[in-house]
């Protein structure tokens, strides 16, 4: 069952912790998206937070997606499906043409991949580069440290930038796990110092920064988030 009041007043709390959180900051609160996570969770419940009038869905396996398409295909037009996921080569395909943004574009060849398959279909779609902050080898997408990128990063956003179909819009992070929101601030802050050097320095035009998830999206706003993915304090724990 899933139960429509108890997902809209947890929709009620964190939009009035979102709108606090960039108060508190001095942002416009309508500069800020929520994204609602929804991985494992049921067509029902994507259904569920489009009613209640939720903008963004983001998903992470692009299989899973496969089989919940009818409830995207049925949204109204102003509902955009976000790819946030690890994305293997050979699916690039599906999130090309189910996905209206990559948010999770985590090295070159897929970048490469996803470009030569938009330029087949004759569109473009809007991407942001995730970036490790998490000092974890294991993590997915190009390295930071502290708030410094690599010349390896440097050489595929070259790359990347004469990629014609894909437009470069953003970053994403997804830092370490913690219990501790404060833990994160400096990661949050080292994307935003990114953000504005990639665009002095690199030619880049980006102008979102995909950041926080359940534990730490108010953080990640008052540190300049535009977009922040939640799944678990929306929706509950994943199956
Ligand atoms: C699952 C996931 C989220 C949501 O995390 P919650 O802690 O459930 O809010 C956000 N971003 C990415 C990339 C995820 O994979």
Request: hydrophobic share 40%.
């Amino acid at each position: 069952m899933i139960d429509r009041n108890i997902i809209q007043e947890k929709l009620l709390e964190i939009q009035s912790n979102m709108t606090a959180a960039a108060n508190k900051a001095d942002r416009n609160p309508q500069s800020i998206r929520l994204m609602a996570v929804t991985k494992t969770k049921p067509a029902e419940v994507i259904q569920t937070l489009i009613d209640l009038g939720l903008k963004d869905i983001g998903e992470n396996y692009p299989d899973e997606t496969v089989e919940k398409k009818e409830v995207f295909a049925s949204a109204p037009d102003d509902v955009s499906l976000h790819m946030i996921g690890h994305c293997q080569s050979r699916k690039v395909k599906i999130v090309a043409d189910l996905f209206d943004t990559f948010q999770s574009l985590d090295r070159l060849d897929i970048g490469l991949k996803l470009n030569q398959v938009l330029l087949e279909r004759q569109k473009t779609m809007p991407v942001f580069l995730e970036m490790n902050t998490s000092e974890e080898i294991s993590k997915n997408g190009w390295i930071l440290n502290g708030d410094q990128v690599s010349d390896g990063f440097l050489q595929d956003l070259d790359r990347l930038q004469r990629c014609l179909q894909l437009e470069i819009n953003g970053l994403m992070t997804l830092p370490p796990f913690t219990e501790k929101a404060e833990e994160n601030r400096r990661y949050f802050a080292a994307m935003r110092a990114v953000m504005d050097e990639l665009n002095a320095r690199y030619g880049t035009q980006l102008k979102e920064l995909s950041m926080g998830t359940s534990i730490d999206y108010r953080v990640a706003i008052e540190e300049g988030a535009t977009y922040v993915r939640i799944g678990t304090s929306l929706v509950g724990p994943r199956n």
